[in-house]
Nanobody, 124 residues
Framework: AQVLRESGGGSVPAGGSLRLSCTASASTYSSNALAWFRQAPGKEREGIAAIYPVYGSPWYGAPAAGRFTISQDNAKNTVYLQMNRLKPEDSAMYYC?????????????????WGQGTQVTVSS
């Protein structure tokens, strides 16, 4: 089973920053796309950013909006999501997910392995 562990969530005021981490097993990290999604209460899960660590090229969804950056640390089998200039509407549960060959890299339906999520709360 693929294991993904997120960390780094928390509560920050609007305008603040957070860095989320997603650590995967070595095999998962090297052979999958890893992506960040978020889901707020009553809303659909939406794709934020994704990367194939073996290639290093990122994809971004609309929620990233030039404020979020995905990066990787191959030595730690970890993918990060740096979130800057946070807004109250960014408040959500943030999830890391893995998929071998997602048809649409930011479609949550194309991912079958998920972490437990980390909560981000941005106060106004």
């Amino acid at each position: 089973a693929q294991v993904l562990r997120e960390s780094g969530g928390g509560s920050v005021p609007a305008g603040g920053s957070l860095r989320l981490s997603c650590t995967a097993s070595a095999s998962t990290y090297s052979s999958n796309a890893l992506a960040w999604f978020r889901q707020a209460p009553g809303k659909e899960r939406e794709g934020i950013a994704a990367i194939y660590p073996v290639y290093g090229s990122p994809w971004y969804g609309a929620p990233a909006a030039g404020r979020f950056t995905i990066s990787q640390d191959n030595a730690k089998n970890t993918v990060y999501l740096q979130m800057n200039r946070l807004k109250p509407e960014d408040s959500a549960m943030y999830y890391c997910a893995a998929a071998a060959s997602p048809a649409s890299i930011l479609n949550p339906l194309d991912y079958s392995s998920w972490g437990q999520g980390t909560q981000v709360t941005v106060s106004s």
